[in-house]
């Protein structure tokens, strides 16, 4: 008889620890990624900084600042390999509980529109289109815009 490996998945505060992996998935998924400093400036201000692990690897991140009432989405990923596994849906599940236990009334988050699975995916979480801030991205050729999309909690 033979035993498969399960996957494990599980969420937890980020450290410091956890920068390297992190960074490496931000430099793969995004072509305009945060830095080691961004990151590290979340930690140090205390946002709400979490690791998705499957097995012990980091496959996963969310970052966000919740201040009165208010939960702000300032980044989250799925390593390129774990995508299209229901695991942006887990993390931003997670992302949400947090901010509810926090008493944020409400959350917010930027999506550029030509990011259509993860606009997709924030409209069946509930989140909807509040407004949409122009050339706010930076983009291979010129700006992108930012849709503003928002959850009530």
Not at 5 to 16: A, V
Not at 67 to 79: K, R, T
Not at 84 to 95: E, T, V
Request: with cysteine; charged share 20%; hydrophobic share 45%.
């Amino acid at each position: 008889m033979s035993a498969l490996l399960k996957e494990t998945p599980m969420f937890r505060p980020m450290g410091r620890e956890d920068l390297g992996a992190v960074l490496a998935i931000e430099c793969d998924v995004y072509p305009f990624p945060w830095t080691r400093g961004n990151f590290s400036d979340s930690l140090q201000a205390g946002y709400g900084c979490w690791v998705y692990e499957v097995n012990g690897a980091v496959v996963g991140y969310g970052v966000m600042m919740l201040a009165a009432g208010e939960a702000h989405l300032l980044n989250v990923a799925i390593a390129r390999k774990w995508q299209r596994r229901g695991m942006g849906r887990k993390l931003m599940q997670h992302l949400i509980k947090v901010a509810r236990e926090y008493h944020a009334e409400f959350m917010f988050l930027e999506v550029r529109p030509s990011n259509i699975a993860a606009h997709r995916l924030y409209e069946d979480l509930g989140f909807t289109e509040i407004v949409v801030r122009k050339n706010y991205y930076p983009a291979h050729k010129g700006r992108e815009d930012a849709v503003i999309m928002g959850l009530s909690l």
